[in-house]
């Protein structure tokens, strides 16, 4: 495991969103949001020995389910306070999700981004209109960059992941799969700073008690899981270097941690390798494209860290933003 050290500040201290935040969401997505797909694999079946169901968010809008927290948060704000522009910062997907949703409100958006980030989510984010400021992940300090434009330009910061409207958005994703393929025994979410976990477990938790939610993220970033082990919020010593970008988070949110934590007794990691199996997978026998973090959830299905012989398995395929170079070596290397 990764050296990890105590979180001095306090969290929430209580869940940040209710199922009734996840429903007015869905009210506000409606009809701009995709309401995207849910494939099934016999092979995957035979492989696993579950029944399972993958809700295809790499093809949402901007191609992650990112999109969802992203719209809901600008549609959220006063008018007023819309106007004067967003500002946030992220390796890519909530990056484009800001930077789209912006446009659609026509405000501004400025995002702070890594200099590392995969060059077909910066091109995106650019093409959407907003603009970018660049940063060195390993030695600058993002949100204090993103709080630094946003008083400069009298802008509203849009987090990632620590926002009741981005993560009531992002649960819209489970509130659909559920709704699309009923009963479910298990619900395998990717997670990194926790918006999507909070959000799908948050509906998925209500509308089915008995469902396990489980949490995945990379070994090399396992901060969730030391995290769970240490009953208490945790903080990586560095940067996770993993395949994985849209999970290269360090700590559990504040606001995401006191909402998970009742919800998911349960996280696992998954090695790069076994993410490049699962993104092989889906493309060879479902014909999908996800990115790595789009398809550590169902590394975790498929190299056996979680068992879903028998059961009703649905899998979160988060993003499919992953450049052509990227996708033909991760197939290589797989």
């Known amino acids: 495991m990764a050296a990890v050290h105590p979180i001095e500040t306090p969290d929430l201290g209580h869940p940040a969103i209710t199922y009734d935040d996840v429903r007015a969401a869905a009210v506000r997505l409606a009809g701009v949001a995709h309401r995207t797909p849910v494939a099934t694999n016999r092979h ?3 492989v696993t020995g579950a029944s399972v169901f993958l809700k295809q968010e790499n093809l949402q809008r901007m191609g992650a389910f990112k999109f969802r927290g992203g719209y809901n948060a600008i549609n959220a704000l006063d008018p007023a306070v819309r106007a004067r522009g967003v500002v946030t910062n992220s390796s890519g997907n909530h990056a484009q999700a800001i930077a789209l949703s912006a446009k659609l409100h026509n405000t501004p958006a400025w995002i702070v981004m890594p200099e590392d980030a995969p060059p077909t989510k910066l091109a995106a984010t650019r093409g959407y209109g907003a603009e970018v400021i660049l940063y060195d992940r390993y030695t600058g300090d993002r949100v204090a960059i993103a709080n630094a434009v946003a008083e400069e330009r009298n802008a509203t910061v849009i987090p990632p992941y620590d926002n009741p409207y981005v993560m009531a958005g992002q649960g819209t994703t489970a509130l659909e799969l559920i709704e699309d393929v ?3 025994d298990l619900l395998l979410v990717c997670v990194g ?3 999507l ?6 509906a998925a938790k209500h509308l089915l008690p008995t469902c396990e939610v489980i949490g995945v993220e990379p070994e090399a970033g396992d901060d969730w899981c030391q995290s769970y082990i240490a009953g208490r919020r945790m903080k990586l010593d560095e940067v996770p270097r993993t ?6 988070t360090e700590a559990p949110g504040a606001q995401t941690w006191p909402t998970i934590r009742p919800l998911v007794q349960r996280f696992v990691s998954v090695t790069d390798d076994e993410i ?5 997978l889906l493309y060879e026998r479902a014909k999908i494209v996800a990115e790595p973090s789009g398809a ?6 498929l190299s056996g860290k979680v068992d879903g012989r028998g059961k009703r398995v649905g899998v979160t395929i988060s993003g499919g933003n992953v450049g052509l170079a990227q996708l033909c070596k991760i197939m290589a290397d797989a």
Do not use: F
């Not at 490049?276 to 092989?280: D, L, P, V």
């Open 44 to 46: 995957l079946n035979d």
């Open 243 to 248: 395949i994985a970008d849209g999970q290269q």
């Open 182 to 184: 009923g009963e479910l």
């Open 276 to 280: 490049k199996a699962a993104m092989r």
């Open 296 to 301: 550590s959830a169902l590394a975790a299905l």
């Open 193 to 195: 700073g926790g918006g």
């Open 197 to 202: 976990l909070a959000g799908c477990a948050t």
